[in-house]
């Protein structure tokens, strides 16, 4: 079946533009993450949503950064006047229930941004 | 905050090695426990897991066990191939419902012929 996907691929965006990620997360699947992954480093989470309700954006770095997922599927993660630090991969993840329950969280392809 | 910490790399071995990447954590609370990998050009994957104390979590050949008392959680296998090689991450989620993963910073692995 198909699994959490990703668009664009690859951006790149001259700094002071604004930017926007999306994520298809597996059909059905609850609970949706960004993950932001520097080159050479592990992904750092910057937030959550249980269906469309965002539960936890403590990672998010800066006010410049804002997620949303209205209908609880699909989510767009947006980058507001861009920024050379702000160059990552940013991943995107899925799993099948919130809440208590422990289960695998899916990844996506990831987005490879760059800013020049 | 809750922390995991890794074997630097890059880890370079002959195949049918034995292999083992250190991974140490800091962590309140009963974390679960994941090894996560990601092969060339493909993205993260659960490689295997283990969600408290003493359990062993194992899948392809690999294991690592939950060792509380050391607060560590070693990845092992005993006979490496060449279709091993990628990055391998160890990774810790907190309890209670907060579900977001912490990562290590990542071991790549090399599996020479």
């Known amino acids: 079946g198909a699994g959490v996907s990703q668009s664009p691929r690859y951006k790149v965006a001259k700094r002071g533009q604004d930017v926007a990620l999306r994520c298809d997360p597996i059909?059905?699947?609850?609970?949706l993450f960004w993950y932001q992954q520097a080159l050479g480093q592990g992904p750092e989470f910057l937030t959550y949503?249980?269906?469309?309700?965002?539960?936890?954006k403590s990672g998010l770095p800066s006010d410049r950064f804002f997620a949303e997922r209205p209908e609880g599927s699909v989510s767009t993660l947006k980058i507001q006047r861009t920024q050379q630090e702000d160059s990552a991969v940013y991943l995107c993840?899925?799993?099948?229930?919130?809440?208590?329950?422990?289960?695998?969280?899916?990844f996506g392809p990831g987005t490879r941004l760059t800013v020049l | 905050g809750n922390s995991v910490t890794q074997m630097e790399g890059p880890v370079t071995l002959s195949e049918e090695a034995f292999l083992t990447i250190n991974c140490t954590y800091t962590?309140?609370?009963?974390?679960?426990l994941f090894w996560y990998v990601q092969y060339p050009g493909e993205g993260l994957q659960l490689l295997l897991k283990?969600?408290?104390?003493?359990d062993k979590g194992s899948n392809k050949g690999f294991e690592a066990t939950y060792r509380k008392e050391t607060t560590s959680f070693h990845l092992e296998k005993g006979s490496v191939q060449v279709s091993d090689s990628a990055v391998y991450f160890c990774?810790?989620?907190?309890?209670?419902?907060?579900?977001?993963?912490?990562f290590g910073q990542g071991t790549r692995l090399t599996i020479n012929p």
């Open positions: 059909s059905g699947h609850v609970s």
């Open positions: 962590a309140t609370g009963y974390p679960s």
């Open positions: 990774a810790l989620s907190e309890g209670g419902g907060a579900q977001k993963l912490v």
């Open positions: 283990a969600t408290k104390a003493d």
């Open positions: 949503f249980q269906n469309e309700a965002q539960l936890d």
């Open positions: 993840a899925s799993s099948l229930v919130g809440g208590l329950r422990l289960n695998e969280q899916f």
